[in-house]
């Protein structure tokens, strides 16, 4: 069974240099999905240089230009939000270009201090205590659900994974349980973030308290900024969704439901 990739980046994310909307179709047709959807950044802070905002226009008329030329493939519209919460405005000028099949809220900087660090800078600052990042990185998130910006998915719940090796679930289950019941109550989607093939976030811990929390949907995305990567990690993480009590949907565009 394929499973739709709903997070994939393309040349229209500014930190995509190998991203290609054209090549993410013809890659998710090779491998059978039913279905991908394309997220591109609206980031509005970044410890980055650069164009951090998608142009939403050029980026929809790309998506029309591949769903007329890929027929046989469910090309979804969507965007990452970055940190929405800081910024209502910037958020709602993106979304007034219309609906959006996938809007997904991420959290990747925290305020440390009087600085903005990225999870990426994690292992480059060693003045930065990972636990007390992984502790503003969860605050920040419940406030980024509690903020009410219209998202529908919860992105890479426990992002700071990915830099930091020592990470375990259970060393913070009382603030993801936290998060993921505000996110329960808001009937979001929780993503399972598969970026870096064997660290999937989140692993079967935080799934399994999603669904005690009453958490009814789970999406997959490879979070790929490269079309080689598309739908990476899938198998190992459709078993642990699986493990947690999640079962695929009879259409197969469909999330995963309790
Ligand atoms: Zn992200
Ligand atoms: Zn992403």
């Not at 500014?14 to 980031?43: K, V």
């Not at 958020?91 to 600085?115: A, P």
């Not at 669904?211 to 997959?220: Q, T």
Request: hydrophobic share 40%.
């Amino acid at each position: 069974m394929r499973i739709p990739d709903y997070h994939v980046h393309t040349e229209w994310s500014y930190d995509a240099p190998r991203g290609s909307m054209e090549r993410s179709c013809e890659q998710a047709l090779e491998l059978g999905l039913p279905a991908i959807a394309f997220t591109d950044h609206a980031d509005f802070v970044t410890v980055n240089p650069g164009q951090y905002c998608v142009d939403i226009v050029g980026y929809l008329q790309s998506v029309e230009r591949c769903r007329a030329r890929f027929k046989n493939l469910r090309i979804h519209s969507g965007v990452e939000l970055g940190e929405p919460h800081w910024f209502p405005e910037e958020t709602r000028r993106v979304l007034s270009v219309g609906k959006l099949d996938h809007v997904l809220g991420s959290v990747h900087c925290v305020r440390i201090g009087d600085r903005i660090v990225d999870a990426g800078q994690l292992s480059k600052s060693p003045d930065v205590d990972p636990v007390t990042f992984a502790h503003s990185y969860f605050a920040e998130t419940l406030a980024m659900i509690e903020g009410g910006q219209p998202f529908q998915t919860l992105a890479h719940l426990d992002y700071p994974k990915r830099y930091w090796p020592g990470y375990r679930e259970e060393d913070f289950e009382e603030q993801l349980r936290a998060i993921l019941k505000a996110a329960a109550s808001r009937d979001l989607v929780l993503e399972v973030n598969t970026t870096r093939g064997n660290v999937i976030c989140p692993s079967l811990p935080a799934l399994r308290w999603w669904r005690e929390a009453g958490g009814k949907a789970v999406s997959f995305g490879s979070d790929a900024h490269d079309p080689a990567k598309i739908a990476a990690g899938f198998d190992q993480a459709s078993d642990l969704v699986e493990a947690a009590g999640f079962k695929p949907a009879a259409e197969p565009t469909a999330l995963w439901r309790s």
